[in-house]
Each structure stands twice: as structure tokens, then as C-alpha cells.
């Protein structure tokens, strides 16, 4: 099989580095990847929302499968490009059409599914700037903390939970009429908070059946104890110690099912990853949000922990038999630590050479934003590597990644040291 994985991250590494594990690789491309991923493939200076370069590549080098990592591409539609192009409609893609990822694009349309399906989800209303004075009544109406949600893609930023009544106001003027987001908040989404423990649950479908991949739990906040600006994901790990066969049952008849069947009934085909952002409430899962793809950090401790051939998997999304294959996970905790560069998420710099990626020999390396510079490799982005590793348990895995951390140096490196604080 011939493979083009778009994206650039720590996600696609993990994925990258899995499937080159499998006998179904005939060559693996990576657009435009990281200085990690072309370990396992060839890198190509592409980017993953050029339609039309992806297709001239595709093309021009047979590609038979291409797998999107990134949302972006999805929900701008990449899916129903290949399905309306006579050259393209054979190569399979691996991630939902743009109605579907609208799961993800759209904060409105995922409730709006959740509500027409009954799946367990917080009380919510949605507003624009027309709609203002309704949403300060609407945020006078309920108790604090208040949160509110840009209802487009915002690059993980578009939510802010406020505790102060006059600030949510503030703060809500600043989405609708000031566009603190862009395009992406032209509506805004409030709703009332939930107290809980989140996690990440992840399933791969092609639209009728559906396989669960391990669940895993990430950490958002910069600053010890979740504090601080919110991240892309500062660490995560697997599997989750309060997301027991009980709970995780509910997840799957309260949630996954319901989901699987909303989707078929409203006629949206779907074939991909769909990831349940949850909370555990009292013992009962709700909805915090859809992502139409893997998430990243948890997708560098739950691609390790899974066994199966990950194409395989893909080429029963892609042949609709999906039914027919094996799932199984490797019986051990992965946990990863994300290293950062100095000042993320707010100002930092790039191109700071790193040094001791080659004496890791307990965890894997999945590198987060990294470029190449002839043999060296240098940071290229605010979350820069992931360090992960195994354990019988989660202190153990982590003890290892911390370890690992701490013999990798570039100027200005900063890591979370709790990482798994509220579940060990």
C-alpha cells in the first residue's frame, strides 16, 4: 500500500511510526511532517489544505490510501474533493466527509446532534452579535462558572470558562462583536459547566461498524495542578485508572452507540477516527465535545498501546469491513510528557537546536513541531517534543518519561513535572 499521511505534528508521528510497522507498506508519504517523521517515510513539502498539489502528488506517485491527521483538511472539505474527482473517487481517504466533520467544525451543529440523538450532553444555547442582549439574559439566568465556547475551529483557544458574571458578558462582546476569534466565533456557544474528571475516548469507524481504541486522559493547563493558560495538551496517559468496564459500558450505550446510529439515520457516511471529549460526572459520562480525527497529546500514548496493524484497521474503514478485524491492546500504561518551548503558549522562539535525542533509550520520541537542518534538529513550533513511555502502571511509565525528559536539552525547554497528578 501506498500511503500519504497529511500533517505535521505529534499525532502524525505516532502514526507514522505505526504504520511503518505494518507488512501492508509498500512507501509511506508524510506532508509536510517533522524532522520525527521522516524516520519513517519521505517527507514532502506539501501543505495538508492544497487540494490540488495533494492531488497532483497523489497522482503523479500512485498513491492508493491518504490518511488526514489534522482537522483542518477535514472539515474544509478534503474528503468530498477526492469523492468528486474521477482520477481521485478510487483512492481511499481515511477521515469524514465535510458535513460529518462538522461534528468538530461546528460547536452548534455537534449539540444540535447530540440533542436530536439524546446523548448525554451539557444545557447550552447559541448566540451571534444580532443575538447579543439574548445572551447576557441567557448568562444571567444560570450560575457560575460560565462557559463559553467560539463555535468554529479556534486551534484549541476558542473556550473560556470565567467564574465573574460582568466578565462573561465582557468576554461574550469580545467574541460576537470584536471577533476575539475570527470567523470562528461569530457564534458563541454557552453552556453550563460540568464538574468532573475528563478523558478522551476514541473510536475508528467506516460508518456502520466501529472499533474502540484505548481511552486516554490529557492535560491542557501550562502550570502545575492545571493552572495557567490553556495548551495544546501538555501530556496525557493510558489507560484511564477511573474509566472502569462500568463506566466505560455506559460510554458505549449512553454515547458511542447513539452516535454510530445518529449518524446513519441523519444519512452523514463517515469513515475515520471520531474522539468523545467526556467528563465523568458522578460516575455518569456526558459530551464535552466531538474532534473528527485523533487528538494530540493522546494519540502518543494511545497508538503505542495499540497492537493490532493500524492499516489493517484502515483498510476495513476504507472497504466498509471493518467488522472483520481484530482489535487488541498492549497490556501495559503508556504515558507521554510534552516538551515545550520557553514562553508557550504565548511568545516563544523557534529554531533552537536540540541535543540528546540519541542517548533515549527507555521511552519514544514523537516529535511535536521539529525541523531538520542537515544532521541537526531544531524546535519548530510551541509544543516541540513528546516523550513517552511504557510501564506496568502509570507511575512507572511516567518515572521513565521524565527521565527521558531530562537528558534532552534546547534552550528554553519546559515540561509539566505532574503529569497524571489527579489519577495516580
Known amino acids: 500500500m501506498r500511503v500519504l499521511l497529511l500533517g505535521s505534528g505529534g499525532r502524525e508521528h505516532a ?15 508524510i506532508a509536510p511532517g517533522n524532522a520525527g517523521t521522516k524516520q519513517h517515510g519521505k517527507n514532502v513539502n506539501i501543505n495538508p489544505t492544497d487540494f490540488e498539489g495533494i492531488k497532483k502528488f497523489v497522482l503523479e ?19 468530498d474533493f477526492f469523492l468528486a474527482d474521477e482520477l481521485l473517487k478510487k483512492v481511499a481517504v481515511i477521515g469524514p466527509t465535510k458535513e460529518a466533520a462538522q461534528l468538530e467544525g461546528s460547536k452548534d451543529y455537534a449539540k444540535q446532534f447530540m440533542h436530536r440523538h439524546n446523548i448525554p450532553t451539557a444545557k447550552y444555547a447559541t448566540f451571534t452579535k444580532d443575538t447579543l442582549e ?14 463559553l465556547k467560539a463555535d468554529g475551529l479556534a486551534a484549541g483557544k476558542g473556550v473560556l470558562i470565567l467564574d465573574n458574571l460582568k466578565e462573561a458578558k465582557a468576554e461574550l462582546k469580545n467574541m460576537l462583536a470584536d471577533a476575539k476569534f ?62 472502569d468496564p462500568v463506566f466505560m459500558d455506559k460510554v458505549q450505550n449512553q ?34 465535545e466531538y474532534n473528527c480525527r485523533l487528538g494530540d497529546p493522546e494519540s502518543e500514548v494511545i497508538i503505542p498501546r495499540l497492537k493490532s496493524d493500524l492499516l489493517d484497521l484502515f483498510e476495513g474503514v476504507a472497504s466498509n469491513t471493518l467488522s472483520e478485524r481484530d482489535v487488541q491492546f498492549v497490556d501495559k500504561c503508556a504515558t507521554t510528557v510534552m516538551m515545550v518551548a ?3 503558549p504565548g511568545e516563544y522562539k523557534k529554531g533552537k537546536q536540540i541535543y540528546g535525542l540519541n542517548t533515549i ?29 511504557y510501564g506496568k502502571n502509570i507511575q512507572i511509565a511516567l518515572a521513565k518519561s521524565y527521565e527521558s525528559a531530562a537528558k534532552i536539552e534546547f534552550e528554553g525547554a519546559n515540561y509539566r513535572k505532574d503529569i497524571g497528578f489527579d489519577v495516580v
Open 15 to 29: 502514526l507514522s511510526w505505526k504504520m511503518a510497522q505494518s507488512s501492508m507498506l509498500e512507501e509511506l508519504f
Open 61 to 79: 506517485n500512485n498513491v492508493n490510501m491518504v490518511v488526514v491527521g489534522p482537522e483542518e483538511p477535514l472539515v474544509k472539505g478534503i474528503h
Open 134 to 147: 439574548q445572551g447576557y439574559k441567557f448568562l444571567e439566568s444560570m450560575n457560575p462558572p460560565f462557559v
Open 182 to 243: 475570527g470567523e470562528a466565533s461569530s457564534r458563541v456557544v454557552i453552556e453550563q459547566f460540568l464538574k468532573g474528571l475528563e478523558l478522551s475516548v476514541f473510536v475508528i469507524t467506516d460508518g456502520d461498524s466501529y472499533k474502540r481504541l484505548p481511552e486516554a486522559k490529557d492535560y491542557k493547563r501550562i502550570g502545575e495542578g492545571d493552572t495557567g493558560l490553556m495548551t495544546g495538551g501538555m501530556g496525557a496517559v493510558s489507560p484511564v485508572p477511573f474509566a
Open 255 to 288: 454515547i458511542i452507540i447513539p452516535t454510530i446510529k445518529g449518524l446513519r439515520h441523519d444519512n452523514i457516511p463517515y469513515k475515520g477516527f471520531i474522539f468523545f471529549g467526556l467528563i465523568n460526572v458522578k460516575n455518569e459520562p456526558y459530551v464535552i
Open 342 to 344: 520557553g514562553g508557550y
Open 361 to 389: 533509550t527507555d521511552s519514544i520520541v514523537f516529535h511535536a513541531g521539529t525541523s531538520s537542518d542537515g544532521p541537526a534538529v531544531l524546535s519548530a513550533g510551541g509544543r516541540v517534543l513528546a516523550i513517552t513511555s
